[in-house]
């Protein structure tokens, strides 16, 4: 499939966007833990959280998560703490992330895990069984899904648990995100220090709970106003908190400097084109990594030279996004340039662009979000595969033609 997208002149709509995939996948398993017979509300209906609830439900022999990262991490642990045996597997890039980090701590800590063929990478044969817990390390410079894995069962295990973090810890809000939702569960987790979290073993408790939409998605919808030729265009979105929970919710702060306005009004969230502020545009995404290609993106075709650290595990995504940014980028006459493994930055030069520019989206759904707004720039954008948007936000391209966007296919 292919699409080749043009920009409406005028931008004045609300969007209803997706629940939460960070959230509602946590839920789930939480939620599951607790043998509860109340169903969370709002779950997302992305790909990643479809394969979170069958897997869930069924507890195959075989199960194959696809390209759901969170799926494998969070399932890893929780069949290893739940009986019965399991074979966990996915896509050809799945079988290509490293997953070794995790299963050496639940390892550590008596759990039944062999790799099938490649050691340190999915497929894994796991054998459920209640873990009797205690005392682990971790690097946490990794990916804040082993921590947030091996917290959620942490409350299972017959001694709780107790991570010690090694290293820079990266995207805290989201093992901050896990916390908040396990207490809400009737767990009890923290921070014993700032490298230390605790877990005890007091189990989950049924509740009720709604989950809230996603501040993820919205970046999309500040990319499209900030890029936007309509000097009145508006974007509302119901159902964000302007409290959030969601790391993500930052992406309020970062558009203000890119010229769009944030409101509360009447409990819908309100974009609006403003004047930009005139800062330097030197950003450490290391809490925020699902915002990098939004704000790389966004910074370029608006002629903001950028400076982005704390990258690194965006190599270890559904691509390495850092390569995926310089390629595409490129394609624009945008000359990214990659330093050490965490920090891409532009300096402003752009030189001439290829003739009829089609976006590659690597099987990677924010390539294909992210990339889709520079057709307000660029008439008659071509972005190659757009299904893969599915995998968090499956109306995008829907929203989009809502908005006033014209899609075809070419």
């Known amino acids: 499939m292919h699409y080749t997208i043009d920009a409406p002149l005028a931008l004045n709509q609300t969007i209803l966007l997706p629940s939460s995939k960070s959230i509602s996948n946590r839920v789930l398993v939480m939620n599951k833990l607790s043998q509860s017979t109340i169903k969370p509300e709002n779950i997302s209906d992305c790909d990643d959280t479809f394969v979170m609830q069958r897997a869930l439900r069924d507890h195959a022999e075989l199960t194959d998560i696809m390209g759901a990262g969170t799926a494998m991490r969070f399932l890893t642990a929780y069949y290893a703490v739940t009986e019965g045996r399991t074979i966990l597997t996915g896509t050809d890039r799945m079988l290509h992330r490293p997953i070794d980090v995790l299963v050496d701590a639940l390892r550590s800590l008596g759990a039944n895990i062999k790799y099938m063929n490649e050691d340190g990478f999915p497929p894994l044969q796991i054998e459920g069984q209640i873990l009797e817990g205690g005392e682990v390390s971790l690097q946490g410079d990794v990916s804040s899904q082993f921590t947030s894995a091996l917290l959620m069962v942490g409350p299972v295990m017959k001694k709780g648990l107790t991570i010690h973090l090694t290293g820079k810890i990266v995207s805290r809000p989201y093992i901050d995100l896990t916390l908040h939702l396990m207490n809400i569960y009737g767990a009890n987790v923290y921070w014993e220090d700032s490298k230390t979290l605790r877990v005890l073993p007091t189990g989950y408790k049924p509740c009720t709970f709604r989950v809230e939409n996603d501040w993820s998605a919205a970046s999309y919808w500040y990319e499209i106003v900030a890029l936007s030729r309509d000097k009145d265009a508006c974007i509302i979105l119901p159902g964000l908190l302007e409290n959030s929970i969601q790391g ?76 995926a940014l310089k390629t595409e980028m490129a394609k624009f006459g945008f000359m990214i340039k990659i330093s050490g493994r965490d920090t891409l930055s532009w300096d402003g030069k752009r ?16 390539m294909a979000m992210a990339f889709a707004p520079c057709c307000m720039s660029l008439p008659h954008l071509k972005i190659n595969n757009p299904e893969v948007v599915s995998k968090s936000y499956p109306k995008f391209w829907t929203d989009l033609r809502t908005a006033g966007f014209y899609l075809s296919d070419y």
């Open 351 to 366: 030189g001439k662009p290829v003739d009829k520019i089609a976006i590659d989206t690597y099987d990677d759904h924010r």
């Open 248 to 323: 993500d919710a930052q992406v309020r702060k970062f558009f203000e400097s890119l010229g769009v306005s944030t409101t509360l009004s009447q409990g819908n969230v309100v974009l609006r084109k403003t004047d930009p502020k005139e800062s330097k545009l030197d950003w450490n995404l290391e809490n925020v990594p699902d915002l990098a290609q939004t704000l790389v993106v966004s910074c370029a075709m608006l002629n903001r030279p950028f400076k982005f650290s704390g990258l690194e595990n965006l190599k270890i995504k559904e691509t390495d996004r850092l390569k």
